[in-house]
């Protein structure tokens, strides 16, 4: 049930573009987004219902493709603030827990 | 409370010791939940409370785990016995209902060593 998570790692130059997968193996209600840097507490981002939806959040912004169960994080021309770990959280429809992928650690050069 | 607040924030045991960690979950947040993180690793479910309902404990790893929440807000998380790969961050989360829909506010975390 636990969702997959890819990259598993990515490093970047400040302003270079990435893009986190977020799959799961059953049907999706929701997916939600964290950030979480380096000895801090996971900080919420984002989160998408089924529908297909996008939603955007200054330059970081995800999408939900229902049919594939899966969503996917953009981050456009990066700053080394975006630096931590992406962790993926998805919810089922009936089910009360959230359960959250391995995590993409994005590390961001100057 | 302003935000979900963990305490100790780093406890280090000696093997085969009991441990209690608590959770003060943000006031008016029915749900609550534990996670693990060891080191380097993901977020690992353990526990979740909402309102009187039974828990679901399908995470907890052994029957060394427990956790109780009393009259719907502070909970703890209490290991027994404690092993050397119980050593982690233990993070607990609240959210104001069951739905997934409903975002989590996390804690800054207990770290527990067990030597």
């Known amino acids: 049930q636990q969702p997959v998570q890819s990259p598993q790692a990515v490093i970047l130059r400040e302003g270079e573009d990435a893009v986190i997968n977020c799959s799961s193996s059953k049907a999706l209600y929701s997916v939600h987004w964290y950030r979480q840097k380096h000895g801090e507490a996971p900080v919420f981002l984002m989160i998408?219902?089924?529908?297909?939806e996008q939603k955007g959040h200054e330059k970081i912004s995800a999408s939900f493709n229902e049919k594939k169960q899966q969503s996917s994080l953009y981050l456009t021309a990066s700053q080394l603030s975006y630096s931590g770990t992406y962790f993926c959280g998805t919810g089922y429809q009936g089910a009360q827990k959230l359960v959250f992928g391995q995590g993409t650690r994005l590390t961001i050069n100057p | 409370g302003a935000g979900v607040s963990q305490s100790p924030s780093n406890k280090v045991t000696e093997k085969g010791k009991d441990v209690e960690l608590r959770c003060d979950p943000i006031?008016?947040?029915?749900?609550l939940y534990w996670y693990r993180q060891s080191l380097g690793q993901g977020l690992e479910f353990l526990i979740y409370?909402?309102?009187?309902?039974?828990?679901?404990k399908s995470g907890l790893p052994s029957d060394r785990f427990s956790a109780e929440r009393t009259g719907g807000s502070v909970s703890t998380l209490t290991i027994q016995r404690t092993q050397q790969e119980d050593s982690a961050v233990y993070l607990c989360a609240s959210s104001l209902g069951v739905s997934g829909a409903n975002v989590l506010t996390f804690g800054a975390g207990s770290r527990l060593t067990v030597l």
């Open positions: 998408l219902l089924k529908g297909g």
């Open positions: 409370f909402q309102g009187n309902s039974a828990p679901d």
């Open positions: 006031s008016g947040h029915t749900a």
